[in-house]
T-cell receptor, first 113, second 108 residues
Framework: DAMVIQNPRYQVTQFGKPVTLSCSQTLNHNVMYWYQQKSSQAPKLLFHYYDKDFNNEADTPDNFQSRRPNTSFCFLDIRSPGLGDAAMYLCATSREGSTDTQYFGPGTRLTVL | RKEVEQDPGPFNVPEGATVAFNCTYS??????FFWYRQDCRKEPKLLMSVYSSGNEDGRFTAQLNRASQYISLLIRDSKLSDSATYLC?????????FGAGTRLTVKP
């Protein structure tokens, strides 16, 4: 059974057109993360939620926003996608945080035209 | 200097070979350490956590040297199915830092 679900798996958007990526989890984990991964690069942490507490990485552009309306769901909003935002976006969860295993969703591959 | 550095490879080895990957990290306050495996166009999956005393899981052995800020992964008796990218992950207070990964190809 899927534990971390991401929708859609593939997303195509136009330059400057807002897009929202979705993540849900059935693990009831407290922490949810969003990563950006470009080809042949490490996943880069954008932000994470510890419960409702939002933690933004210092170098995450303002163009990226996130919402976590409840324990199960977390959204990544890209307000004005640029060509450089084309990447795989990975959602992950962990039970409590720093010492816990992270479980990743299958990712959403974003293409910006 | 990158926070987590790995040799990108690729490592091309024959089946049955032993191969070792290294990883260094810059944050001495890091608290937990992991090796993840990522197949092409798939999500990372936990391979193993890395404990201070070193730990083994079947053909895989992980070592941590806090003084040198160094982590290693040893794979013995390589299988074709071990072909993947291996990501070193270092965590401090929910601040997860990934290495760029080391690519391994095991050939018949």
């Amino acid at each position: 059974d899927a534990m971390v679900i991401q929708n859609p798996r593939y997303q195509v958007t136009q330059f400057g057109k807002p897009v929202t990526l979705s993540c849900s989890q059935t693990l009831n984990h407290n922490v949810m993360y969003w990563y950006q991964q470009k080809s042949s690069q490490a996943p880069k942490l954008l932000f994470h939620y510890y419960d409702k507490d939002f933690n933004n990485e210092a170098d995450t552009p303002d163009n990226f926003q996130s919402r976590r309306p409840n324990t199960s769901f977390c959204f990544l909003d890209i307000r004005s996608p640029g060509l450089g935002d084309a990447a795989m976006y990975l959602c992950a969860t962990s039970r409590e945080g720093s010492t816990d295993t992270q479980y990743f969703g299958p990712g959403t591959r974003l293409t910006v035209l | 200097r990158k926070e987590v550095e790995q040799d990108p490879g690729p490592f091309n080895v024959p089946e049955g070979a032993t191969v070792a990957f290294n990883c260094t990290y810059s944050n001495s306050a890091s608290q937990s350490f992991f090796w993840y495996r990522q197949d092409c166009r798939k999500e990372p999956k936990l391979l193993m956590s890395v404990y201070s005393s070193g730990n083994e899981d079947g053909r895989f052995t992980a070592q941590l040297n806090r003084a040198s800020q160094y982590i290693s992964l040893l794979i013995r008796d390589s299988k074709l199915s071990d072909s993947a990218t291996y990501l070193c992950v270092v965590n401090s207070d929910n601040d997860m830092r990934f290495g760029a990964g080391t690519r391994l190809t095991v050939k018949p």
